[in-house]
Each structure stands twice: as structure tokens, then as C-alpha cells.
């Protein structure tokens, strides 16, 4: 399908009462350039040649040739998910471990490939010793999958993990709207979810690092991400029936609105962290004065 094009220079019907989202300024704001991203592409390259050569051997060998294809097209796949589960897990301050070791898999996946495709020379040994060995210089190149879960240091294990759920919830909130707005092809609404996204885990990220908030976070972790889900299906299967422009605008309307919202709400928790970093201040130095400490420093 085609795609509008659309960046800082290009003309948008972006309402202007927010100039920075308008201009787009902070669209690369804490992005991260993606991990192995050549070595993912050569994974899914480097198998096409036995399909190129499978058809000019006998039956046995050309379904020797198709299979290690398919093994290594999955293997491939199950590594590029392996990594990008990596990189969210990393992201995050509380983080339960993946629930499927891909990356793992996908090194056994790569060794089962290429032992495959060295069957056909009739030898055992080689296949084995071929199939052992990308194994292994595929988890030195792409490393093991997470194995802890990973959480608020000297935090119990149950606050971490009502956190841990309450931004799993939240983040599949986020990847439901984007998967509504990926059929539509308007590049201008997806960078402007984006752009809230990056808002709401600034959110994510603060509730991460002091789980006290998350009892008055909950209900923007919960309640309005929900409704802004809702809202985004139920507007991408009307606009993607008549394409109102008004419709549109009113949806950018409402991700300006949640966005403000978002990051008022984050701002209120640090000022409350610093209010309470000046209460712990101030009641030591009460005790330090009462105990004549500071008295004698004085003098």
C-alpha cells in the first residue's frame, strides 16, 4: 500500500496549537539505533542459495535443501523476535525475564539448518560438526536471551512485581493502538503516536524507579490508556472507511490532550519526590539540632 510521506518539512494538517509536535523536534528523543540489525538481514539472506540450487539434485536432496531453508527462515525469525524482546527488556527498569528463550532457540534452529544442509554429502560427522558450530557462533554473535527478571533494587518481590504487570499492561495498550493505526499508511499519525508513546513510558520509566506511584499512576496506566486503545480501533475503522479529515483532527485532537495530560502527570510525581527529599531533609536536622550537633559544628 501506498504510504504519504511526511516529515518536519512536509505540509500536515497537524492542528498548530502545539508547535512541538508540529515540528516534529522531538521525534528521535530517546530512540536507540537497533541492535545487530546487519546480522538480522544476513540471517534472512543467507539461505535463498539453497533454494536456487535444491532443484538440480534427486528428490532426497532437494527436500534435504527446502527443509534447512525452512529451518533457517524460522531460526532467523525466532532470533530477530529474540532481540527485539532484548532490547524492551533492556529499556525497562522493571522487567520480568522473556518467557521463551528465542534468541537460544534460534541458535538451535541455525545449527539444525545447517547440519541439514550438509546431509546430502553422506557423511555424519560433518553435518554434526557444521551444525554444532553455528550454533555456537550464532550465540557469540547474537548472545544468550535474558535469564533474570530484573527489578527495583532492594524492592520485595511483590511490589515489583504489581509494577512489572501494571507496564505490561500498559505497553500492550500502546502496541494495540499502533497495530490499528499500521493499516491506515499515514506516516504523520503513526510518528504522532509515537510521540505520545515516548510520553506515556517516560510514565512507564518513573513508576519503574519509585513504585510508590503507582497507586496514583494506575489510573493513567490503566483507565486512560484503555480508553485511548478504544478510541484508536474504533477510529481507524471509520477513517479507514471515508477518510474524514475531520475525524483525523479530532483523533490528533485527543493524542494532544493525553499526551499533556501524560506529561503534567509525570512532573507532579518528581515535584512530589522532591517535597518528600525536603520533609526526610528537614526532620534530620530537626533531630541533628535537638541532639546539639549542628550547635557544635557552629562553634
Known amino acids: 500500500m501506498a504510504r504519504r510521506f511526511g516529515d518536519r518539512y512536509s505540509p500536515s494538517d497537524i492542528p498548530k496549537a502545539d508547535a ?50 525452512g529451518v533457517l527462515m524460522g531460526a532467523a525469525t525466532l532470533t530477530r523476535e529474540g532481540v527485539r524482546a532484548e532490547e524492551a527488556f533492556e529499556a525497562r527498569k522493571v522487567a520480568r ?32 560438526v ?38 505490561d499492561e500498559a505497553e500492550g495498550h500502546l502496541a494495540r493502538m499502533q497495530a490499528a493505526l499500521a493499516p491506515l499508511g499515514d ?16 510514565m512507564f520509566r518513573r513508576v519503574e524507579e519509585d513504585p510508590r506511584d503507582l497507586s496514583g499512576a494506575r489510573r493513567w496506566l490503566g483507565v486512560y490508556l484503555l480508553g485511548a486503545r478504544d478510541a484508536t480501533v474504533k477510529f481507524a475503522d471509520l477513517y479507514a472507511r471515508n477518510r474524514d479529515p475531520e475525524v483525523r483532527k479530532d483523533y490528533i485532537l485527543l493524542l494532544d490532550d493525553l499526551e499533556e495530560g501524560f506529561a503534567r ?3 507532579t510525581m518528581l515535584l512530589d519526590d522532591r517535597s518528600d527529599l525536603d520533609v526526610e531533609i528537614e526532620v534530620l536536622r530537626d533531630r541533628l539540632a535537638r541532639d546539639g550537633v549542628l550547635a557544635q559544628r557552629k562553634t
Not at 22 to 40: N, P, V, Y
Not at 114 to 120: I, R, S, T, V
Open 20 to 69: 512541538r509536535t508540529k515540528s516534529g523536534g522531538d521525534r528521535w528523543q530517546g530512540k536507540r539505533r537497533a541492535r545487530h540489525g546487519a546480522r538480522l538481514n544476513a540471517l534472512f539472506i543467507a539461505p535463498f542459495p539453497l533454494v536456487l540450487f535444491a532443484f538440480g539434485q534427486d528428490p532426497v536432496g532437494l527436500a534435504l535443501d527446502l527443509a534447512a531453508f
Open 187 to 202: 506516516r504523520t499519525l503513526e510518528d504522532r503516536l509515537a510521540r505520545f508513546s515516548d510520553t506515556a513510558r517516560r
Open 97 to 128: 525475564r522473556p518467557a521463551l528463550p528465542r534468541k537460544i532457540m534460534g541458535s538451535a534452529l541455525t545449527g539444525i539448518g545447517l547440519a541439514l544442509a550438509a546431509a546430502g554429502a553422506g557423511s555424519l560427522a560433518g553435518p554434526i
Open 130 to 167: 557444521l551444525g554444532v558450530l553455528g550454533a555456537v557462533l550464532h550465540v557469540m554473535a547474537f548472545g544468550p536471551d535474558p535469564m533474570r527478571d530484573k527489578g527495583v533494587a532492594g524492592g520485595d518481590t511483590f511490589e515489583t512485581e504489581r509494577v512489572a504487570r501494571a507496564v
Open 265 to 267: 502527570r509525570t512532573e
